[in-house]
């Protein structure tokens, strides 16, 4: 993606290429995604155009969702539809960035909690401010339950 296109931009060249080059299942799962983002963009008080962080935060859940339906699938003995959902997960998850590793995560929520202690938070007050401080810098990049599971742990909440 160049500097000014936008994920919105480049999920619609590359529905046109997948269009031209017969890519059946690239073709339904960006025309979801759009979908997705105009529904997202329609709702609340007024039709906006979503920011480049909006629309990743969209596709994040789109594509979270793919993958908790794929492990119903799985469970069920459907690895048809787990496979399909999988599927459609990982061509989202091109548009999403890169994710935080274990130590990268680590290290964002070490240093968020070093801040809240220093605010004089601490325990169950810190998570608040700590997942406040994370969610822009990890957008896209990490599950939320994740980050909320990393955060208590650093805190020494619900051991």
């Given at each position: 993606?160049?500097?000014?296109?936008?994920?919105?931009?480049?999920?619609?060249?590359?529905l046109t290429s997948a269009m031209k080059s017969g890519?059946?299942?690239?073709?339904?799962?960006?025309?979801?995604?759009?979908?997705?983002?105009?529904?997202?963009?329609?709702?609340?008080?007024?039709a906006r155009e979503l920011s480049n962080d909006e629309?990743?935060?969209?596709?994040?859940?789109?594509?979270?969702?793919?993958?908790?339906?794929?492990?119903?699938?799985?469970?069920?003995?459907?690895?048809?539809?787990?496979?399909?959902?999988?599927?459609?997960?990982?061509?989202?998850?091109?548009?999403?960035?890169?994710?935080?590793?274990?130590?990268?995560?680590?290290?964002?929520?070490?240093?968020?909690?070093?801040?809240?202690?220093?605010?004089?938070?601490?325990?169950?007050?810190?998570?608040?401010?700590?997942?406040?401080?994370?969610?822009?810098?990890?957008?896209?990049?990490?599950?939320?339950?994740?980050?909320?599971?990393?955060?208590?742990?650093?805190?020494?909440?619900?051991q």
């Open positions: 993606m160049g500097a000014m296109s936008t994920i919105k931009e480049q999920l619609r060249q590359d890519q059946t299942e690239v073709v339904a799962t960006i025309r979801m995604a759009l979908t997705s983002i105009s529904k997202a963009e329609v709702s609340g008080d007024a629309t990743v935060s969209v596709l994040a859940s789109e594509t979270k969702r793919r993958r908790e339906a794929a492990g119903e699938f799985e469970k069920a003995g459907r690895d048809d539809l787990a496979d399909k959902e999988k599927s459609e997960a990982d061509i989202l998850a091109r548009y999403l960035p890169q994710p935080l590793s274990t130590e990268e995560l680590q290290q964002l929520v070490q240093l968020a909690v070093a801040a809240a202690q220093e605010q004089g938070l601490a325990g169950g007050r810190a998570m608040g401010s700590v997942m406040k401080d994370l969610k822009d810098k990890t957008l896209g990049r990490v599950d939320g339950a994740e980050l909320a599971a990393t955060v208590k742990r650093e805190l020494g909440i619900g």
